[in-house]
């Protein structure tokens, strides 16, 4: 989303262009534009009957707003807060959680498939010091259930009435623990090498446009493929009599140069 000054100038902007709000971060009129756009944006794109993104619903809480931002650009929002759920398990049994919810996560359509979406939610992740399984989401959207499953294989979970979706994995502290090592450490690993992060992002923006220009090689290939071998079905149909004379004209010239050079040794 395209605006008319950088964002830069109306909030703080860290390394990796992602912006870290809370409740309590001091309002300004072009951060309020920036925010009602996007959340406008967010529900229009999710079909939703509200924003549920908005200056209003967001500042003087205890939620928190995650902002990836380049130059004049605002590519994507995550908003997060916790909320007091209860849970339905396949027994009937009820329990009473407050997990920290996943409840606003759009990327700007112009700048989708570019690993800006991954990149907004592993930020979210090393701040919060969660696992992905640790969330709850609220009404996540397909292309939401979609990416957990790819990048997380977060899949199974059984539907509640209050439309949040709470993975089976939450309740499992095991492989909760192992996870949590392993971005401990990914984290320590990019604190001390910042090059690294921004490899990685080159990374994850490049992948994309490789896989478009390959994709762009194969329909050339298949078009060539295509054209040679119709060449051949209208060659195949001809008479012996129409085959191209250039072709026998190019074998006389090659026949001739032989029996000259054979000549000449003589």
């Known amino acids: 989303m395209q ?63 995650y902002i990836k931002s380049e130059g004049k650009q605002c590519l994507g929002i995550l908003k997060i807060g916790r909320k007091n759920l209860f849970h339905r398990d396949l027994n009937g049994v ?35 010091v969660l696992t992905p399984e640790k969330l709850a989401y609220d009404r996540p959207s397909p292309k939401l259930l979609g990416f957990l499953k790819k990048y997380y294989n977060l899949q199974n979970y059984i539907p509640q009435n209050n439309n949040y979706v709470i993975y089976s994995q939450y309740f499992d ?52 493929s295509k054209q040679q071998y119709s060449q051949y079905q209208k060659s195949k149909g001809q008479p012996p009599w129409a085959t191209d004379q250039k072709q026998y004209q190019n074998m006389y010239q090659t026949t001739t140069g032989l029996m000259s050079a054979q000549i000449h040794k003589k």
């Not at 000054?5 to 534009?33: A, H, W």
């Open 94 to 128: 009820i329990k009473e959680i407050q997990p920290l919810c996943v409840l606003d996560f759009y990327v700007h359509e112009s700048v989708q498939r570019k690993g800006i979406g991954k990149e907004l939610f592993e930020e979210m992740l090393r701040q919060e």
């Open 173 to 224: 502290n095991k492989q909760t623990n192992v996870f949590q090592q392993q971005l401990t450490q990914q984290t320590h690993q990019q604190q001390q090498n910042p090059q690294l992060v921004n490899q990685q992002r080159i990374q994850q923006q490049q992948t994309p446009q490789k896989m478009d220009q390959l994709d762009q090689m194969m329909q050339q290939m298949s078009l060539e």
């Open 3 to 65: 605006f008319n000054f950088y964002l830069s100038k109306c909030m703080t902007v860290n390394e990796n262009g992602i912006t870290i709000l809370n409740g309590n971060y001091k309002r300004n009129p072009q951060l309020d534009v920036v925010i009602t756009i996007m959340g406008e944006a967010s529900a229009l794109a999710q079909n939703l009957k509200q924003v549920i993104t908005s200056p209003i619903r967001f500042f003087q809480t205890d939620q928190k707003l």
